[in-house]
């Protein structure tokens, strides 16, 4: 079983309550090996059975009925997940303010013309394959973007991670498995 990197979206955030310990151990229940979480913001690096997209399926179904709410699970391998740091197109002048977005897939052509419509100020994005790339000017705390409504226009699902986080996710990966 290859290792990969499994990033749920919005956990322990708006109240959507997920221990690490309770999402590592929902992940083992599902037969994933060599489980390992970074930080409690639904990181989870293992090596699952079978298809990594039927264990990503039955992942958000068991955290549904764990936990009450659907989040989506979107998963890469380990050498995807270090390609998107790489291929990241903006200089990282604070690696807080740079984060990498993975989504379930790409979006349409159509659907990046309208992003593209949203003004942006300071700050940066870009899709390169299945992830889009942002750099905040002042940090995502203090967009000058409207950020939600360009991932809405985009119109396919993602979870945000910033370029320490990433990074961080790439070291402890290589340490699994």
């Known amino acids: 079983m290859a290792v990969r990197v499994h990033f749920i979206r919005a956990i ?5 309550s997920l221990p690490m310990a309770e999402l590592r151990s929902l992940a083992t229940d599902l037969g994933a ?4 979480t970074y930080i409690a913001s ?3 690096i293992c090596s699952p059975p079978g298809i990594p997209e039927d264990f990503d399926r039955a992942l958000e179904r068991a ?4 936990c009450g709410f659907f989040r989506e699970v979107i998963s890469r391998s380990v050498d995807e997940v270090r390609e998107a740091l790489a291929a990241h197109p903006f200089e990282i002048h604070n690696p807080k303010y740079s984060y990498v977005t993975f989504l379930s897939k ?3 052509p159509e659907a990046l013309d309208k ?3 949203f003004t942006t100020g300071d700050d940066k994005w870009a899709v390169v394959g299945r992830e889009m790339h942002i750099r905040y000017h002042n940090g995502a705390g203090r967009p000058q973007m409207k950020d939600a409504s360009i991932s809405r226009a985009l119109g396919v699902p993602g979870t945000a ?6 990074s961080s996710v790439v070291e402890l ?3 699994v498995g």
């Open 173 to 175: 990966a290589k340490s």
């Open 33 to 36: 090996e060599n489980v390992r």
């Open 63 to 66: 955290i549904e009925t764990h």
């Open 161 to 166: 991670r910033n370029i320490n986080t990433v």
């Open 42 to 44: 639904g990181n989870l």
């Open 12 to 16: 322990n955030v708006g109240g959507a």
């Open 106 to 108: 790409s979006p349409t």
């Open 115 to 117: 992003a593209h419509t």
